[in-house]
């Protein structure tokens, strides 16, 4: 049954190394739900851009694609959880966004990411600048339905626990690998479910 008319458009912000692909199945599930899904490339995708220009990518694609009245829910993987947060807090996002899906995203940083030295990857080291910046007004963020989807079977978020952050609904699953947040069965649920909560109107 399809009840894309009670709906928000659903855009899919990739992590990196990835590409949009990351998301057939989850946009093959959502939209047999009913949703209309969207997704992007952000380029360069080997962390080597910083997070805040990924974000500007997002947020040109969404002023090109939508109207300024279109509400939407935006659902960020690994990386694309922070660009998707440093266009919610930093880019006016917050403003036409109800409901916001991270997942298995480095709330507060992974250690993997001192393997790599691109200036995104640096951004991601536990502590930067930009992780504590982006930290000290996170309380914003519980204006959404903010839900964080992890698993503590992860070994690219070095500790799993970093995807933990207290403005979001916390849901932990039993899904094996980082790779397979992304259409594990029980993450194509999650996402769904979250999709679905009514959003919460300000009084």
Not at 67 to 87: A, E, F, I
Not at 107 to 131: D, N
């Amino acid at each position: 049954m399809n009840s894309n008319c009670s709906h928000n458009p659903v855009l899919l912000i990739h992590g990196i190394f990835r590409k949009s692909g990351i998301f057939s199945k989850m946009s093959g599930h959502l939209t047999q739900l009913g949703w209309s899904v969207y997704s992007l490339n952000l380029t360069p995708n080997w962390g080597n851009a910083s997070l805040e220009d990924l974000a500007q990518q997002m947020a040109d694609y969404i002023d090109t694609n939508f109207s300024p009245q279109q509400p939407l829910d935006l659902v960020g993987l690994s990386m694309g959880g922070l660009v998707t947060r440093y266009y919610l807090q930093r880019l006016g996002g917050i403003n036409r966004v109800q409901r916001f899906i991270a997942i298995s995203s480095p709330h507060s940083g992974t250690w993997m990411a001192y393997t790599m030295w691109g200036k995104g990857c640096i951004q991601m080291r536990p502590g930067s600048a930009f992780l504590e910046e982006l930290n000290r007004d996170a309380i914003v963020l519980e204006k959404l339905n903010f839900t964080s989807i992890w698993t503590p079977w992860d070994f690219i978020i070095v500790p799993a626990s970093s995807s933990q952050i207290s403005a979001a609904k916390d849901v932990k699953l039993s899904v094996f690998a980082h790779v397979m947040m992304a259409c594990n069965s029980r993450s194509l649920k999650a996402v769904a479910e979250a999709l679905s909560e009514p959003f919460k109107l300000e009084n």
